[in-house]
């Protein structure tokens, strides 16, 4: 008899070298409040941010990606959030518009990088925070609203890269980017993997992702409190928040190899793991 398993038993998980883009915290801050975990009266350690930083780096160069560094901007101290610097694919960067004018100085920046590093530049109309609300999953991308970035956008992914572009409405103010609410263990279109808070979306977006991915990792509310999902995954590895324990072991149940990390100075400005990471696909 033939055994096959379903892609969220496999256990054979191959990992695919990532190309990411970061950017040094060395401006960061908690100095205004455009989430519901900043709080600017609350100190912030900016060497304590830098070393934890560091150790995502060092971990992302160890499981051996390339990484690329954009300079960071006094004045600008949510910077170091690099994935919502724009959103890119095929040799396309797709800029983005920030909500709040504090950050609005950051997509000019990060356009005139993808431009300098080889890719063609779409300027965006629609406001937008790049790669904090769209995902690639397979063949779709998956693209929050409801907080950050207009549906407006959406149609603009879709006329820029041609592929299909999947709405989903975030309802939880403290997740507030897709990326804070779902995350992706494999992109691969043959078995794609999602995990994802179910409580952060509305019901006709839940319905959606049921249905096209009915495998997923459903995470709990102690683990997304810790911004667990906001981690980075290479088809194997997955970058996570330390204290997400329970989204670990679904991990490793799975197949993956979960690599904890503790960004907590980061999590005071409302960012994690995948936060500070934007994936390059020239
Ligand atoms: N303080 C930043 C903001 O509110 C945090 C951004 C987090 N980035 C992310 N991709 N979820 O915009």
Avoid at 137 to 154: E, K, N
Avoid at 219 to 248: H, M
Wanted: proline fraction near 7%.
């Amino acid at each position: 008899m033939t055994m096959t398993s379903p892609a969220s038993t496999r256990h054979e998980r191959i990992a695919t070298r990532r190309t990411v883009l970061m950017c040094r915290p060395e401006f960061y801050t908690v100095s205004y409040r455009i989430n519901p975990w900043m709080h600017p009266e609350d100190p912030t350690d900016t060497s304590l941010a830098l070393t934890q930083w560091q150790t995502l780096h060092d971990l992302y160069a160890s499981l051996g990606y390339r990484i690329e560094l954009i300079d960071p901007l006094p004045g600008l101290p949510d910077m170091v959030y690099a994935a919502n610097g724009g959103f890119t694919l095929d040799g396309m960067a797709y800029g983005a518009r920030f909500q709040y004018p504090e950050r609005g100085p950051e997509g000019p920046a990060y356009m005139d990088w993808f431009r300098e590093h080889g890719f063609e530049v779409a300027e965006p109309v629609s406001v937008n925070e790049g790669e904090g609300d769209f995902l690639l999953v397979g063949d779709a991308i998956l693209a929050g609203t409801g907080f950050r970035s207009d549906a407006g956008s959406h149609d603009e992914l879709r006329r820029i890269f041609g592929r299909e572009v999947v709405t989903l409405r975030l309802v939880n103010p403290s997740f507030y980017h897709l990326d804070t609410a779902l995350s992706v263990l494999d992109p691969d279109p043959e078995h794609p993997g999602i995990a994802y808070l179910p409580s952060a979306f509305d019901r006709a977006s839940l319905e959606i992702l049921e249905e096209r991915y009915p495998d997923s990792v459903l995470v709990g509310d102690d683990d997304a409190a810790v911004l667990g999902l906001n981690s980075f995954s290479d088809g194997r590895n997955v970058v996570i928040a330390s204290r997400a324990a329970g989204f670990e072991a679904s991990l490793r149940e799975r197949g993956y190899v979960p690599h904890g990390i503790d960004l907590s100075e980061l999590l005071l400005g409302g960012g994690g793991v995948k936060c500070c990471t934007l994936e390059l696909r020239w």
